[in-house]
Structure formats: C-alpha cells, structure tokens
T-cell receptor, first 115, second 113 residues
C-alpha cells in the first residue's frame, strides 16, 4: 500500500528557533498533501492543504507566516515552524492523497517540543 | 462543508465483547467515509473506507462499518474485541473532489480483561 514517510519523529528545540518537518510519499506521487496538528487527547485539526508547485491553502486561524509550507515536488512537502514558542509544542501529522485508490495515507507524526 | 460527530468520547468494554463506535456525518454533497485507528504517539492507520458500492465495508483486524445514507451514519463494529484494540478511533469524511479529511473528535476504546 501507499507509504508516507515523515521526519523527524521527535524534535526538541529552543524557543525562537525554526524547525523543519518533512513529509515524503515513497511509492506514489502526491499532488496534494495535508498538514494537521493534534493536541493531547484531541482530534486532528487541519492546518493547511499543500499543492505541488503552488502556494498552500491555510485554514482560518492558522498563521501562514509561522507555519511555512513548501511542496516543491510530487513526493515532498515540508512544514517549517518559524520562531517556535512553547505554545507551538504539539504533534504534527502529514497526509497525502493517493489518486490511485482515493485513499489518504498518514505519516507517523512529529512530536515537537519547544523549550 | 462537512462535519463529523463521534457520539461517544470513551467506550470501555471487556475482552471478547462486541463493540460499536458511532459516527454521524453532515454534508451537502456525496462523501467518502473513513475510520482510522491511532496508537499512542503514532500516526493514523486506515481501518476501512467507504467510497461507493456495498454499504457494508469490511476492514482490517476484524472491523466492519455500515454506511447508512438516510441516517447519515457510518458506525464501526467488531464482534469480539481484544486487549490490543485499545486505542483512539477516528471517523473522517471527505468530499468526492478529494479535499482534506475532516475528523471527528475521536473515541477512546479501552478493552480490559
């Protein structure tokens, strides 16, 4: 089946620094990828939709200057948390839609801790 | 716009008992429906999906779900649960144009012996 690789799985960074999270579709081309944020004991909140070769579409309330999304190729999307603060600490998960079977495959998630 | 309501936030059951996790959706257009399972600190694993055709969908690990268009429901069932089924379960919906999945708030299934 479709596989999405997400790295890193865990990252601890200092307040004020930036962190980049990568999401790769390994065996299929993903023209569209999605980024979610999950708070403890909570559901997944859609942050943005990432389209290859164009600007991401952000959900209402998500700061596009803080959460930079780049989708430069059909297999790679990145999320950069800029000037991270403790309130950005969360579990971030990417997803890619596989047009072959209309399914959505998820990465294994990134636990970000800002200290 | 679509939305998903998972009616039970927590479902405790004993091992080998049957379980049903309820999910209702709202949408003005035709939808695709999904159930995912999440174990602690991990991503989401697809249990099953409904795209079209038979309303009874069988998935992995003995789970199945039934799409009921008139009741806008997609309840997940398993006839006999195991301790290893303890996890968070999410119901999700997308429209047929392939937009992002919209998730319910999740149901914590706790299986005890």
């Amino acid at each position: 089946g479709a596989v999405v690789s997400q790295h890193p799985s865990r990252v601890i960074c200092k307040s004020g620094t930036s962190v980049k999270i990568e999401c790769r579709s390994l065996d299929f081309q993903a023209t569209t990828m999605f980024w979610y944020r999950q708070f403890p004991k909570k559901s997944l909140m859609l942050m943005a939709t990432s389209n290859e070769g164009s600007k991401a579409t952000y959900e209402q309330g998500v700061e596009k200057d803080k959460f930079l999304i780049n989708h430069a190729s059909l297999t790679l999307s990145t999320l950069t948390v800029t000037s991270a603060h403790p309130e950005d600490s969360s579990f971030y998960i990417c997803s890619a839609r596989d047009n072959r079977d209309r399914g959505y495959t998820f990465g294994s998630g990134t636990r970000l801790t800002v200290v | 716009a679509q939305s998903v309501t998972q009616l039970d936030s927590q479902v405790p059951v004993f091992e080998e008992a049957p379980v049903e996790l309820r999910c209702n959706y709202s949408s003005s257009v035709s939808v695709y429906l999904f159930w995912y399972v999440q174990y602690p600190n991990q991503g989401l694993q697809l249990l099953l999906k409904y795209l079209s055709g038979s309303t009874l969908v069988k998935g992995i690990n003995g789970f199945e779900a039934e799409f009921n268009k008139s009741q806008t429901s997609f309840h997940l069932r398993k006839p006999s649960v195991h301790i290893s089924d303890t996890a968070e379960y999410f119901c999700a919906v997308s429209n047929q144009a392939g937009t992002a999945l919209i998730f319910g708030k999740g149901t914590t299934l706790s299986v005890s012996s």
